[in-house]
């Protein structure tokens, strides 16, 4: 039977080990080049209007390329546009959220992961409801809220509610909790106290996970708009997102100069994700967010 089996495998009749499915990598890179193309279609397409005159955005039949290639949308939008100021403050806002969501989201991790104290479980099911409530149906009581404490028209009405976030607590306590307690075990026994332990040795161990948490805060506060737009009236305080929805609806139809605008929101985000890849790819295989 064993020698049928091997003349019938020779010739090609039975299939070997991986064999009959040379398709599935083709099939996988088809998949990802046509939802890559989806993606970046429309990116090309804001750089090309962008570069078109005015006047050739809106003219039938449909093309990318205008007659001359122009940077005038940019210049205009630079030197009448308030977006060195939107830059300025989504820097800002970002910023803070992203060091802020880091330092008490891991700490909240850690003191889940290896503390035990009254209420922890209790504590543990509101963070989880924290993923099943939308942001959306806290805007009201959160800019009641920051009305009252006179953080309207702020930074800090921006930036603190912005601060929780659960994902990242799970994140961290996925990490935390694959950390060896025998490391924990033996700092105690040397005399460090618990935030020695949470500073020294469970941080610098979680690097990667401080990257993922810390680059998709980032390019979340860089791009919210709704709680932006609520809590803030002020132009002067308007994030990058914000101001563009003030273009759009101030300028009317200029749609190389709400291009070039839009490019160069994105620009930052863009120029990040180039330079941290890498940090970004181990930060989602070392977390789980892969699925």
């Known amino acids: 039977m064993t020698t049928i089996v091997a003349r019938r495998a020779a010739s090609g009749l039975v299939e070997g080990p991986g064999r009959g ?14 939802l890559s193309l989806i993606w ?38 630079l030197e009448q546009g308030n977006i060195l100021k939107w830059y300025f403050n989504s820097l800002v806002t970002a910023s803070v959220i992203t060091a802020g969501t880091v330092v008490t989201a891991s700490m909240a991790a850690f003191a889940f992961s290896r503390m035990r104290f009254q209420g922890r479980g209790l504590m543990q099911w509101m963070l989880l409801a924290g993923l099943i409530v939308p942001f959306q149906a806290l805007i009201v009581p959160l800019f009641m809220q ?11 009405g921006i930036i603190l509610p912005q601060l929780a976030s659960p994902i990242a607590v799970l994140v961290y306590k996925r990490a935390f909790d ?10 105690l026994v040397d005399g460090a106290s618990m ?21 998709f805060t980032f390019v979340i506060a860089w791009n919210n708009f709704f709680w932006p737009f609520v809590v803030t009236s002020a132009g002067t305080l308007f994030t990058i997102p914000v101001g563009l929805a003030t273009v759009q609806t101030s300028y009317g139809a200029l749609y190389a100069q709400q291009m070039a605008l839009a490019v160069l929101g994105a620009l930052p985000l863009l120029i990040a994700f180039v330079l941290f890849q890498r940090q970004i790819v181990q930060g989602i295989a070392n977390t789980g967010l892969k699925g």
């Open 21 to 34: 499915r040379g398709w599935v990598r083709p099939l996988i890179y088809a998949v990802l080049v046509t």
């Open 40 to 77: 970046i279609v429309p990116i090309l397409w804001a750089v090309a209007t962008s570069l078109k005159p005015d006047a050739e955005t809106t003219i039938a039949p449909v093309s990318w390329r205008g007659s001359t290639a122009t940077l005038d949308a940019y210049r205009v939008a």
């Open 146 to 156: 920051m009305k009252a404490f006179g953080l309207a028209d702020s930074y800090w």
């Open 178 to 187: 694959a950390v060896p307690r025998e490391l924990e075990e033996s700092a």
């Open 195 to 215: 935030w020695r332990v949470y500073r020294l040795i469970w941080m610098p161990l979680s690097r990667a996970t401080t990257a993922a948490v810390a680059i």
